[in-house]
């Protein structure tokens, strides 16, 4: 079974300041996962998504996020906060069925909400 | 290219009452998925459909049903409003193949049950 745990409900960093949001992921087989993240009464956008080719992986606004297989983990990162990043983030994996084919469906973690003080 | 649309914005509606919520998917997507968003929490996953078909389930009632077109929108009905059925509901399309787990969200509509 896939499950996602976000490790902090809360981020808070000054402008300017790196940003640390922690993911822990369970799948059974090689996983797609996924960062997205949701502004206030917004929808969800698309930061970025792993599938295997490389374990560091680019996204928008400057977040990367590195697979590490090992530690089961995929932290998302960015040098340097700016205010418009305060948003509630979201780790996600997607669903497999036998043999590891995608099945599409995506399991959320809690969410993370990142503060970015001035 | 248009995105994801989801119609209407806000709903309110009373304990009992039934919803239908629209949701039309991204230019050349052919598949559409629904979650359920709690005030505080994740997506959780309803169904999905492709070819006019429901194509997973998550852990919901019968109270929830869905429907896709021809055309790929799809509705979300839900019967017997209960308070807790109070949420988020997002509506995510993707293109079934090797990249079908990339799902683009809509603004998603508010459903307060009174």
């Known amino acids: 079974a896939q499950s996602v745990t976000q490790l902090d409900s809360h981020v808070s960093v000054s402008e300017g300041t790196p940003v640390l949001l922690r993911c822990n992921y369970s799948s059974s087989y090689s996983p797609s996962l996924f960062w997205y993240v949701q502004h206030p009464n917004k929808g969800l956008q698309l930061l970025l998504k792993?599938?295997?080719?490389?374990?560091l992986v680019k996204g928008i606004n400057g977040f990367e996020a590195e697979f590490k297989k090992s530690e089961t983990s995929f932290h998302l990162t960015k040098p340097s906060a700016h205010m418009s990043d305060a948003a509630e983030y979201f780790c996600?994996?997607?669903?497999?069925?036998?043999?590891?084919?995608?099945?599409?469906?995506?399991?959320f973690g809690r969410g993370t909400q990142l503060t970015v003080w001035p | 290219d248009a995105g994801v649309t989801q119609s209407p914005t806000h709903l309110i509606k009373t304990r009992g009452q039934q919803v239908t919520l629209r949701c039309s998917p991204k230019s050349g997507h052919d598949t559409v998925s629904w979650y359920q968003q709690a005030l505080g929490q994740g997506p959780q996953f309803i169904f999905q459909y492709y070819e006019e078909e429901e194509r997973q389930r998550g852990n919901f009632p019968d109270r929830f049903s869905g429907h896709q077109f021809p055309n790929y929108s799809s509705e979300l009905n839900v019967n017997a409003l209960l308070l807790g059925d109070s949420a988020l509901y997002l509506c995510?399309?993707?293109?079934?193949?090797?990249?079908?787990?990339?799902?683009?969200f809509g603004p998603g509509t508010r459903l307060t049950v009174l």
């Open positions: 792993y599938t295997s080719a490389a374990t």
């Open positions: 995510a399309s993707s293109l079934l193949g090797e990249s079908e787990d990339t799902q683009y």
């Open positions: 996600v994996v997607s669903d497999r069925g036998y043999g590891g084919s995608t099945l599409g469906r995506l399991y």
